[in-house]
């Protein structure tokens, strides 16, 4: 409660006789001459010299404004007044402070604190003051546009909206306009028409699925708005103000848990009272100047398009038809041929060896951020640089391109785990053609500490533009007369078993099909802004417990 004293002794009101929490026990007394002094109790701590505002002492005993949920006028329980202490007192007021407790691995809950006091006039300065406060923070949504995906993961989107992201958003006083979605697509066609300017925020409920819907309208109606032109790749695109929340209610929901460190929909909607904001780079996918998808977690051709396109079919598995489709797709060990041609990210600082991730407030993104104002400045900042394409053509089992680290409960490191949530820039990652038994050990390591990068079958390459060709399309397209050799082609398509392996695969494109076998990638530096914060950095995250929960600042 500190930064709330601190504001109202700054706003100069002389000090507080006696707010009382639930146990009776004095928290805040007198504040002689603007030093306020405190009584220790097991609340509270003596304010000493070291303390600054905004500063977190520890999560316990202080609260800083930015967490306070909200504010209520508290009715006191007569029989509460009747009991021990109390007696005594002839009429008590009372208010809440419900805020943002720190729990086990990134999980957020919304705890509350009842002062109570025996002067009417001092609680309804108290609770005047912190409205106020609460007002003062620009940041905090008041409305939303939410869409609920009913049939997303284990078909609890609505529940879990009505049950633990309402009753948060009540509390916190932001009106929610509430549309559940009756087919594929709604939300995004929706999202063309309604007027998305009186919105703070658009919250998808759901999985990666539904956020990429979402995504798409959103970006696309900015881009109608601008006079934008999506299908030329060159373009650069109009940047999304309005900020996107995500309550994890799908089968695999890695953009939550990548930015946020936990699936859990009362952290989701914490997060979103609060206001946070987590830019989020976007990869715009085109082919032949079409423009076909955008994406933000897996763009995944070969093994995990293949899980996709498997996994379709049998939605009504819920989460676990991706396991089940993913132990048939392994068994299958299809690989694919093909082009790959990239521009390696110049001017990023990481790499995607780097032992060091993502995290809240990361300085490698802000670095980025940094650059790209300044080249803003120079004037350089569309020009295409055309020099430095690599190109390697061959035999994949996998081709993954991820923006951000893809770190799911599956995969808690995800499958790059250096990769930035908003540094301009993809990891692209090559698994060519191996034995099965060795594909396996780097499935495995999607799920242990080990170094999923250390192998000879398995390239990694931060990017800023890519782009696959199947070796299929190729010759289609120099053979483009050559009828035998097309129908040749579309044979061996047919058939995977075939010996010259002239397959197709389809791209997961964050959870979505793509059924393109060229596409041209390019990164779209912090396209669009989430109601998230990134991962946080605890102090010591192995003895991390409720009652010593500090972060590090
Ligand atoms: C041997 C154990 C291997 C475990 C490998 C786990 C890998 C998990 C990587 C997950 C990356 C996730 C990237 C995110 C993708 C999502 O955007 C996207 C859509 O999400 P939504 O449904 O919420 O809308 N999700 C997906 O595409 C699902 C990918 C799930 C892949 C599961 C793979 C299981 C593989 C099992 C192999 C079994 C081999 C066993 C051999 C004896
Ligand atoms: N009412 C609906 N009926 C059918 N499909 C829907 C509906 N609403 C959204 N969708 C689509 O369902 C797909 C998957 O949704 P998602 O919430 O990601 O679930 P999951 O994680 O289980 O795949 C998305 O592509 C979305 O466009
Ligand atoms: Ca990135």
Known sequence: MFEV????????????????????????????????????????????GLWKPNHVLCRENVVPASEIVAVEETEIDKKQ??????????????????????????????????????????????????????????????????????????????????QKVAPLFNLASISADVVITEHANHAKDNLFEVNIYKY???VCVGGDGMFSEVMHGLIGRIQKDSGIDQNNPKTPLAQCSIRIGIIPAGSTDC?????????DPETSALHIIVGDCQPLDVSSIHHNNTFLKYSVSLLGYGFYGDILKDSEKKRWMGPMRYDFSGFKTFLSHQYYEGTVSFQPAKGTVGSPRDKESCRTGCHICRQTK?????????GFEHKEVEDEWKVIKGKFLAINAVNMSCACPRSPKGLSPAAHLADGSADLILVRKCSRFNFLRYLVRHTNQDDQFDFPFVDVYRVKRFQFTS????????????????????????????????????????????????????????????????????????AYNSSSNELLS
Request: aromatic share 10%; glycine share 6%; proline share 2%.
């Open 471 to 542: 070796k299929h399309l190729e010759d289609n397209e120099s053979d483009i007369k050559d009828v035998g050799k097309k129908r040749f082609g579309q044979f061996c398509s047919d058939h995977p078993a075939c010996c010259c392996n002239l397959a197709n695969s389809t791209w997961n494109c964050d959870g979505e099909t793509l059924d393109s076998s060229a596409v041209e990638v390019r990164v779209r530096c912090q396209l669009v802004k989430l109601f998230a914060r990134g991962i946080e950095i605890y102090k010591d995250e192995a």
């Open 81 to 162: 007044c009747d009991s021990g202490k109390w007696q005594k007192m002839s009429k008590l007021h009372a208010f809440t402070v419900h805020y943002i407790k720190r729990a086990r691995n990134h999980r957020w809950r919304c705890s509350e604190i009842t002062f109570w006091c025996i002067d009417e006039q001092l609680c309804n300065q108290w609770i005047q003051a912190l409205k106020e406060l609460l007002d003062s923070q620009k940041s905090r949504p008041k409305q939303l546009l939410v869409y609920i995906n009913p049939y997303g993961g284990k078909r609890q989107g609505k529940r879990i909206y009505e």
């Open 370 to 378: 940094q650059l790209e104002e300044q080249q803003k400045n120079y």
């Open 255 to 263: 953009i939550c848990y990548a930015t946020v460190g936990i699936i």
């Open 5 to 48: 004293l601190f504001y109202i002794l700054n706003k100069g009101m002389k000090f507080i006789e006696s707010a009382l929490n639930r146990d009776g026990e004095a928290v805040f007394t007198r504040a002689a001459r603007g030093l306020m002094s405190l009584i220790p109790t097991p609340l509270v701590f003596q304010v000493s």
């Open 200 to 202: 703070d925020g658009i």
